[in-house]
């Protein structure tokens, strides 16, 4: 019976991974029984054309399992990879802009830019193949000089051969990156994963680096849905079935799969599988839980700065799951891809949906905000963020009701809601003001108001304070009676006092929680800062997330707990707004 049993789960497993690579997971990003995402990710597999100029994906390459162009039979025949892509002045960059190259190569290359050469790394002297190994893991970059001297408007060709050092190599990578950069701020102009012409087991002809057959590169179109979605409420007879969008992740080849689940029953657990139609492939049966329809003590976690590496972002995700919360409010910094790497979004999902399980087994929805590390460059810009195009992959696996726009709020009827904003990455600070005003008075008489997002206010000096937040929303917070406000970004533990106008006012200021450090290094916290900050309550280097744990008929007790789970300090705040 037991291998009956193992043999079973192993054909459910095998099944599940065939139709959902990546994921899946359940992203609330406004009143959930409005509207609830199931969003998982497919990576492209493309397969290698061999002896003619054809399209495919970056980055190529065969044997490390992180090649979105592969070429399962280069091993043994042949020792180089030919790619060229038509680049154009992106519009609104500075004149004065930098063109940069990243290559992440095994095992060496030469670059050509409107055939002209730019760049070589292990290469040797004839051109012919690389002159030694180099493992491929991370990239180099290239300044190449002034944008305006090197690109127009009408363009010119990016050229890269990779070569391995020996036909019996065991892998082969070639994948580049190219950006124009301008002091902290970066525009993006071939990102990672986006289609070149490539040429594959032959000679390249004379001048290929200075013409492509293929227009500039536009993004990929939506694809035709090959899955459907079937849900119910748990253990209940009657499945419903919703279509899947299937869109490109980010203007690459790999996919963001998408179904939008709506009038769902508050206070139930639903249930869902995933198949292709036609086939016998189905997934397993996922599960979640909606938040009830009126007022009651809810649970939820909260936190930020996730993915340094895998297996200490697993391990919180596992404490996460195992606080049994309603969902999770995640604060920005998710997978740390400065929107230039698809993979580390794929570990990210992975982590979360294989490890940020209930108890009983439930997946835990997330409702999110945007951090620095959603964007190419990684900055803060509070006045001159970049925009969305600065962290499209962000934005194609989460949907928000206004497109592209991460400030937005989550309500739940009319005793919880949670506001979340953008910090300075791809909108400024204070052209959410309004915004923000008006959502705030129009929740004036919510019992729990949270607010969300990245770059702290009023932190513990790790890194210098948002001033921009504090003159713009601060005030606002006061003026509506926030319950508490959630930061982020500082890769430290913080609790602030209640604090009004800049001081600690126990009776009606706000309360600051964060400051992101969910799994990543935790940085040291300076006493000397400390004690320049009276604002602190609580500060240390550690990890954490915070479980709040609301209460009737107003306020919350936030409790922090580090990667064992241990609880290391608690904070009760009875605030009837």
């Known amino acids: 019976m037991k291998r009956h049993l193992l043999a079973a789960l192993g054909l459910l497993s095998s099944l599940s991974a065939a139709v959902v690579e990546h994921g899946p997971i359940v992203h609330w990003s406004q009143d959930p029984t409005q509207s609830t995402d199931i969003v998982w990710l497919e990576r492209s597999g493309q397969g290698g054309v061999e002896g003619k100029w054809t399209t495919g994906p970056a980055g190529f390459g065969y044997g490390d399992n992180d090649d979105s162009t592969v070429f399962n039979r280069m091993h043994g025949r042949f020792i180089s990879v030919a790619i060229r892509r038509h680049i154009q002045l992106p519009p609104g960059v500075p004149g004065d802009a930098v063109l940069v190259l990243r290559v992440n190569y095994d095992d060496g290359f030469i670059a050509w830019l409107g055939g002209k050469e730019i760049a070589r790394k292990n290469i040797t002297p004839d051109g012919s193949k690389a002159a030694g190994t180099h493992e491929a893991g991370q990239f180099d970059e290239f300044r190449l000089g002034r944008i305006d001297r090197l690109l127009t408007d009408k363009g010119t060709i990016i050229a890269l051969q990779g070569f391995n050092n020996a036909l019996d190599s065991s892998d082969f990578t070639l994948h580049p990156i190219l950006v124009a950069k301008h002091g902290q701020k970066e525009w993006p102009i071939s990102l990672a994963n986006q289609p070149w012409e490539y040429l594959a087991n032959a ?126 409010l995640i604060g920005g910094d998710l997978a740390y891809a400065n929107n230039g790497s698809h993979d580390r979004w794929f570990d990210y999902i992975d982590s979360w949906a294989q490890n940020a399980r209930t108890p009983d087994g439930r997946l835990v929805p997330k409702i999110v905000a945007i951090g620095n590390h959603e964007i190419i460059g990684a900055g803060y810009h509070p006045t001159d963020a970049p925009g969305p195009e600065a962290a499209s992959m962000f934005y194609a696996i989460f949907s928000f009701p206004e497109t592209n726009n991460a400030t937005h709020t989550v309500d739940f009827g009319n005793w919880l809601s949670i506001v ?16 923000l005003e008006k959502t705030l008075k129009a929740r004036a008489q919510v019992p729990n108001l949270f607010v969300c997002y990245h770059r702290p206010a009023w932190g513990v000096g790790a890194k210098p304070d948002a001033v921009d937040i504090q003159k713009h929303w601060s005030p606002l917070f006061e003026k509506y009676r926030v319950t508490a406000v959630f930061e982020n970004d500082h890769h430290v533990y913080s609790r602030s006092h209640p604090i009004k106008a800049g001081k600690i006012d126990e009776k009606d200021g706000i309360p600051y929680l964060g400051s992101g450090s969910w799994s990543v290094a935790v940085r040291p916290v300076d006493p000397k800062e400390i004690k320049n900050r009276p604002w602190i309550a609580h500060a240390e280097a550690r990890n954490h997330l915070y479980l709040i744990e609301t209460l009737l008929p ?21 605030w009837k707004r």
């Open 203 to 328: 000679k390249p002809e004379d001048g290929w680096q200075t013409r492509t057959t293929s227009p500039p590169g536009e993004p990929l179109a939506a694809a035709p849905a090959e899955y459907s979605l079937a849900w119910r409420i748990k253990n209940t007879g009657k499945w419903n079935t919703r279509d899947v969008a299937s869109a490109p992740f980010a203007a690459s080849a790999h996919r963001v799969l998408r179904a939008t689940l709506t009038s769902l029953p508050a206070g139930k657990d639903i249930e869902f599988r995933i198949h292709r139609p036609g086939t016998t492939e189905i997934s397993e049966t996922f599960t979640f839980r909606m938040p009830p329809e009126k007022a009651e003590p809810i649970r939820f976690v909260t936190g930020g700065d996730l993915y340094h590496s895998r297996e200490p972002m697993d391990k919180m995700n596992r404490v996460a799951g195992a606080q049994d919360p309603l969902f999770a």
């Open 420 to 435: 979340n904003l953008d910090s300075g990455h791809t909108k400024n600070i204070a052209a959410q003001n309004d915004w």
């Open 554 to 574: 107003g306020g919350y007790t936030a409790i922090a707990k580090d990667l064992q789970a241990k609880e290391f300090d608690r904070s009760l705040r009875p």
